[in-house]
């Protein structure tokens, strides 16, 4: 595919990332106190300190710490419809999150060093029309497969992770997540979204790469975008663990 080598490049800027945080020292324990007395009514731990430790901590926004994570929720948790607005809410974080626009500066850099779409030229006017293409491409299909298609099929656009069973399990789940979704009833459905938003948003590209116009170049446009959702999929899927195992932080 003409943007495999881009996928890569997306992976070796997202997991370098997550390294950072590695060297984080571990919270250091607590020192040791000295022991009361079961007879003391200080051994009791206040039950309003208790209630606040049991809250859950916020939802990560960012998986890797650029990956935008905003429709990553927990597939064990009781399932709970996305309102029209919700859906859109979720497709506009995405699109403004702002790692996804260095992603498209890397991506149109790649692009123009391999010279696609040469009419663009090169240059700074060349890199400038790629960059914009890939804003668009990137922004059309957010809106595309997670918010107005989503709303006119009735269908959920969240991923919803596993997080449970073997590593091949799980990774075989994420990555065919593109294949198959929710409607709003929580009912599983082809994903019907995933593969018409991303048609529509390819099609649309016919008005703006004059080089790759057709059938031929809008399928791999889409298959590609497709693609590298299933990518995205595997990276959320297995976020939380790498951060509790490697960086050693709460989920």
């Known amino acids: 595919m003409f943007r495999l080598r881009a996928l890569i490049l997306s992976a070796s800027f997202i997991l370098p990332a997550a390294f950072v945080g590695a060297q984080e020292p571990a919270p250091a324990a607590p ?131 596993r997080g449970t069973g073997s590593i091949k399990g799980r990774i075989w789940y994420a990555a065919t997540r593109v294949t198959m979704a929710k409607t709003d009833k929580g009912a599983p459905v082809f994903n019907f979204s995933e593969f018409l938003g991303n048609g529509v948003t390819a099609a649309i590209g016919n008005a703006y790469y004059p080089n790759e116009v057709g059938f031929t170049p809008t399928m791999a446009r889409m298959f590609t975008q497709i693609g590298t959702d299933s990518f995205s999929n595997v990276l959320k899927e297995f976020w939380p663990d790498f951060k509790h195992k490697v960086l050693h932080k709460q989920n």
């Open 31 to 161: 020192s040791a106190a000295t022991p009361q007395s079961a007879a003391s009514p200080a051994a009791e731990p206040p039950a309003k300190s208790d209630a606040s430790t049991a809250a859950p901590a916020p939802e990560d926004k960012r998986a890797f710490g650029v990956l935008p994570n905003y429709r990553t929720v927990e597939g064990s948790q009781p399932f709970a419809p996305l309102t029209a607005k919700q859906k859109l809410t979720i497709a506009t974080k995405d699109t403004i999150d702002g790692p996804s626009y260095v992603l498209a500066g890397l991506f149109s850099g790649l692009y123009q060093l391999e010279n696609q779409n040469p009419s663009f030229g090169q240059g700074l006017k060349g890199y400038a029309h790629r960059y914009v293409t890939a804003i668009a491409d990137q922004d059309i299909g957010n809106y595309m497969t997670e918010g107005f298609v989503p709303v006119l099929l009735h269908e959920d656009p969240r991923y919803f992770r």
